[in-house]
T-cell receptor, first 109, second 113 residues
């Protein structure tokens, strides 16, 4: 399974953009990259996923490096409700997610 | 929109007792996954079911068992409970694998005393 490296924590100001990095240098060519977030005492929530191209949805954007060894989740305008632990997870064999140690995002008002 | 329903939300059991957690997936989802999240830890994959058959197994203790029923709901049975089993247990469901992501339930908080 692909291993990931994310910063333990990051801090942002409200209404500013946030770039959450993830290194996944051992990812295989068919592993999709998924991002989930988990608010305190809640189940993880799907954010976005992609394979090779950059992706956008209503929640965030995902920028994937050309060599696919890293990706960046972009929250365009952080709000207090975006404070959560963000997990970058390569999807192994289209089958299941192994959660590593994510990034705890703190948003300051 | 319908979500993944887990019951109960909270459960308190004594050591060596048995607990049963239930999960009702999103309608038409064919795959169910169970995760355990200890205090301050990341979710750990336990087991999954596809079309009522066990499809994968993670770090699930032998004291735990699970199944998926004909109506696609799933139950996680935990016997001989230990203090270390105290955790949040999440169920997730998906359609045709995990490619398009999972939807997680709100979890069951199990406390073993």
């Amino acid at each position: 399974d692909a291993k990931t490296t994310q910063p333990n924590s990051m801090e942002s100001n409200e209404e500013e953009p946030v770039h959450l990095p993830c290194n996944h240098s051992t990812i295989s060519g068919t592993d999709y990259i998924h991002w989930y977030r988990q608010l305190p005492s809640q189940g993880p929530e799907y954010v976005i996923h992609g394979l090779t191209s950059n992706v956008n949805n209503r929640m965030a954007s995902l920028a994937i490096a050309e060599d696919r060894k890293s990706s960046t989740l972009i929250l365009h305008r952080a709000t207090l409700r975006d404070a959560a632990v963000y997990y970058c997870i390569p999807l192994y064999n289209f089958n299941k997610f192994y959660f590593g140690s994510g990034t705890k995002l703190n948003v300051k008002p | 929109a319908a979500g993944v329903i887990q019951s109960p939300r909270h459960l308190i059991k004594e050591k060596r007792e048995t607990a049963t957690l239930k999960c009702y997936p999103i309608p038409r989802h064919d795959t169910v996954y169970w995760y355990q999240q200890g205090p301050g830890q990341d979710p750990q994959f336990l087991i999954s079911f596809y079309e009522k058959m066990q499809s994968d197994k993670g770090s699930i203790p032998d004291r735990f068992s699970a199944q998926q029923f004909s109506d696609y709901h799933s139950e996680l049975n935990m016997s001989s409970l230990e203090l270390g089993d105290s955790a949040l247990y999440f169920c997730a469901s998906s359609l045709a694998g995990a490619l398009y992501g999972y939807t997680f339930g709100s979890g069951t908080r199990l406390t073993v005393v």
